[in-house]
């Protein structure tokens, strides 16, 4: 290396830390509140067996509109959807009152019967 590089190579590594020392700090990020109006409803679950159960339960997070117009579901994937807000989403369903909830939930929109295996065999892996 020639004296000429190394003294400027000596020169850039001496002044860069300057450089950076001399450039404007980045602006800070700013949180602020925000305020937002969620929407309300008095409905609640139609009378049945459950229903106070899924009333005092479900309807701390989600409307009863919401749920009543979710897909007929089979008990299993009511049984997965009461879970998965149990145990992935950490609800405060009480687990005395898993099964009600299903229960109700499945008898208040239940899906069609099917006439055969065949054909419920046919339908269950179309959802996979």
Excluded at 14 to 38: D, K, N, W, Y
Excluded at 55 to 79: D, E, F, I, R
Aim: with cysteine; charged share 15%.
């Amino acid at each position: 290396m020639t004296p000429i590089r190394s003294a400027a190579l000596s020169v850039a590594l001496i002044l860069s830390p300057l450089v950076a020392l001399a450039a404007p700090a980045p602006e800070p990020m700013r949180f602020t509140s925000q305020s937002i109006e969620m929407p309300t409803s008095d409905r609640i679950f139609p009378d049945g067996p459950g229903a106070e159960a899924v009333n005092n339960n479900c309807l701390a997070c989600h409307s009863a509109g919401m749920v009543l117009t979710q897909p007929k579901l089979t008990k299993a994937q009511w049984t997965e959807t009461v879970n998965k807000m149990v145990h992935i989403y950490k609800a405060p369903v009480d687990q005395a009152d898993v099964q009600t909830i299903v229960d109700y939930l499945t008898a208040l929109k239940p899906t069609p019967e099917l006439p055969n295996p065949e054909a419920a065999a046919f339908f269950a892996g179309l959802g996979e």
